[in-house]
């Protein structure tokens, strides 16, 4: 049985798979995916995946061996000969099925990913359709890849256009196991690349249906590739000189080793990591609204978003509304993340759990308060599980490691300001840049914060600014490392790289422009 308790082979709409935290008794392994074919690993090296809400192991995650990486590259490799040749409608007619199939398995993704990564399965189905829409605006990729002509000289033509780099690599995190995939898959195949995809060790199920799903759709086999493991794996990924590309999204750890390796070997790299984002709370902003916005951003998914609202700013008397923010975060349910009504799961790993009890707990030392404290936490029928309730942490201040380290978990900061220009002075001294949020009803005051502020990705009263994938995932500062980002137009760019053909055909060299003077027979 596969992670999903699934038969080894093809994955079908209606095979079963777990949507509950029962015990299963013989946990199965996770395949890899080669020339469209799940494989199954050789490996002695197998990395346990665990339910967060149980700690129950769910399927074991192979260490992908360098002979199975290598077949991945070589698989790639070859299919990249045909494929970057297959024109863009049939690419496009990929995409379109992809999007269709997306859909048709999204209750066995989210189930998945509820299963390896503990998120409730309302927030999975969201991880799916955020990661779905990236697929969606793939398929307008025919106007995405126009390029551009000019006569430069008598007869003579310059076109510039783009084209696929060849084999490229994507490195994932935990906390999206299908949407950051897919933000790597769809536009990989309508750039006419091959993908190396390389899920997180922690919860790859997801990735590996997504990419059979790509076969359903029409990808050929060499396409889209899935290989697991953990540092070895990218280790590898990092030096095949056959990979032109890495996408990453992880820890700024992780990230900058691969940004640093990774160019070193010529590679182009762009690597999404950490954050902190700010939300900004005016005293003129709609409170209720306001505090529903906040409370949803900076729990909802048990803090583990890199657009988590992680660090609120008051600004003058909205200081007040705190002990309301308390008051509705202790409301939300804390459980099983396919147990009906859940707000928010577990995090990850019990040591994810333990660094944040520890860094809650280095709070103290320093001086802050803990308002709501969720280190204790009793969740009826789990426990075992890495259940850390929603913690809010008062009189925050810059220095502080709960404020200057990314948490990761259902904990909100809370640093006091009098004025606006005092809290966009704050946000701009952290060295994160991926979102930051205003709450204000004052038009004047949203565009000022807009302008002033640096953070790439900006909520005028949105709490979590992720845009569309018409747009680009925009983070700046510490939270990214390259020149393009993922996804919409920039994502494109990434893939691609530009050719320019200029060529010269003499009008006067034309075959057969004598005077015809025969009755035409034919047009
Ligand atoms: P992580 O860095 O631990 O893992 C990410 C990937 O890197 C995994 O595939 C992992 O196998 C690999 N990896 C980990 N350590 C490595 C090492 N030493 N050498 C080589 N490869 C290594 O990150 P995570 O814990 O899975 O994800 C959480 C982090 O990701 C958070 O910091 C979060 O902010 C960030 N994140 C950022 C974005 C964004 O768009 N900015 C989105 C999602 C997550």
Known sequence: MGSLGMPVGRLTATALYHTS?????????????????????????????HDPATN??????????????????????AAFKTFKNTSILSRQQIAFNFVKLIREHWDELAASITLEQGKTVADARGDVLR????????????????????????DMETKMYREPLGVVA???????????PLWSIPLSIVTGNTLILKPSERDPGAAVLLADLARQAGAPPGVI?????SAPTVDFILDDPRIKAISFVGSDKAGKYIYERGTANGKRVQANLGAKNHAVVVPDANKNSTLNAIVGAAFGAAGQRCMALSALVTVGESREWVSEIAERAKQLKVSGGFVEGTDLGPVITPQSKQRIID??????????????????????????????????ITGVKPGMRCYDEEIFGPVLVVVETETLDEAIELINRNKYGNGSAIFTNSGPTGYKFQKEIEAGQVGINVPIPVPLPMFSFTGNKGSFLGDLNFYGKAGVMFLTQYKT????????????NKADVHMPTHH
Not at 29 to 49: A, L, R
Not at 56 to 77: G, I, M, N, W
Not at 367 to 385: C, E, H, Q, S, Y
């Open 21 to 49: 935290h029962a015990r299963i008794e013989n946990p199965g392994t996770t395949k890899g995916y080669v020339n469209n074919e799940f494989v199954e690993s050789k490996t002695t090296k197998w990395i346990d995946i």
């Open 56 to 77: 129950y192991v769910v399927s074991r995650c192979p260490q992908s061996t360098d002979a199975e990486l290598k077949a991945a590259v070589d698989a790639a490799e």
């Open 131 to 154: 990661g779905l829409q990236v697929a969606e605006a793939a398929c307008s990729i025919t106007s995405e890849l126009t390029g551009s002509t000019l006569e430069v000289s008598k």
């Open 170 to 180: 994507a490195i994932c995190p935990f906390n999206f196991p299908a949407m950051i």
């Open 225 to 229: 590739n899935v290989v697991h493991g």
């Open 359 to 392: 860094i809650i707990e280095s709070a103290e030392k320093e001086g802050a308060t803990i308002l709501l404290d969720g280190r204790n936490i009793k969740v009826d029928g789990f426990p075992d599980g890495n259940f850390v309730g929603p913690t809010i």
């Open 501 to 512: 053909v200029t060529s010269h055909w003499r009008s006067e060299d034309a075959v057969g």
